[in-house]
């Protein structure tokens, strides 16, 4: 999978992508991360990427031009479709990372900044607007790191067992939304012990008691 990704801050990616998963899965091409810098497609002479919005109101508005010239600069080799990140958006969910991860080989991700960007952008370029859930951030740098490690996740070979996302309390393969307990080394911690079935080796007797316990 490929994400190319559109910010005014790339800065930002650096320390979350060349970490655990992530970091192998790049190592081992399972996926690549391309940030670039909206400012870079910029024609004004400051790199401006904003402007106050017609109308009057609050805020500035991230212009069209320099988001143009950058989103059709990278759908010249990305095919993939071009999501926005708002909370105007379909709520990002377990299914949705599924759906993208099978569907896509290749996405465009477009963090906006500021009050947002120019409406046209919207309605000429982008393809899919995302929210992760019910609230306003800064910008959409955040929602791109959540995406891209949702559906990195998914791809095979990026855990390192493939039952890791199988099991997924969201996952549509197990249709459910529950979770058992997880239990690891030392069996026992200040007086509190292991469930004696986990400890026993008898793996239906295992499956049954986590089936059980699902909430």
């Known amino acids: 999978m490929k994400f190319d990704v559109l910010t005014i801050f790339p800065q930002s990616f650096n320390s979350y992508l060349s970490e655990s998963i992530l970091k192998r899965a790049q190592e081992k091409n399972l996926i690549e991360v391309e940030v670039h810098d909206i400012r870079d497609f910029s024609k004004d002479k400051h790199r401006k990427v904003d402007d106050v919005p017609f109308g009057g109101g609050a805020g500035m508005v991230m212009t069209p031009q320099p988001l143009h010239d950058a989103i059709t600069?990278?759908?010249?080799?990305?095919?993939?479709?071009?999501?926005?990140?708002?909370?105007?958006?379909?709520?990002?969910?377990?299914?949705?990372?599924?759906?993208?991860?099978?569907?896509?080989?290749?996405?465009?991700?477009?963090?906006?900044?500021?009050?947002?960007?120019?409406?046209?952008?919207?309605?000429?370029?982008?393809?899919?607007?995302i929210s992760i859930g019910n609230f306003v951030l800064t910008g959409g740098e955040l929602p791109a790191m959540i995406l891209i490690d949702s559906v990195s996740r998914l791809i095979a070979g990026v855990l390192g067992k493939e039952e890791s996302h199988i099991e997924d309390s969201f996952s549509k393969s197990l249709d459910r939304k529950k979770e058992y307990p997880h239990y690891t080394r030392p069996s026992e911690f200040k007086g509190m012990k292991v469930p004696d079935v986990l400890l026993s080796g008898h793996h239906k007797e295992i499956e049954k008691w986590r089936r059980n316990k699902l909430k």
Do not use: W
Not at 73 to 92: C, I
């Open 73 to 129: 600069h990278l759908k010249k080799t990305n095919k993939g479709p071009v999501v926005f990140f708002t909370p105007q958006g379909k709520t990002l969910s377990q299914s949705k990372a599924e759906t993208f991860s099978k569907k896509y080989d290749q996405m465009i991700l477009v963090c906006g900044r500021y009050e947002g960007i120019d409406q046209r952008i919207r309605d000429s370029l982008v393809d899919i607007e």
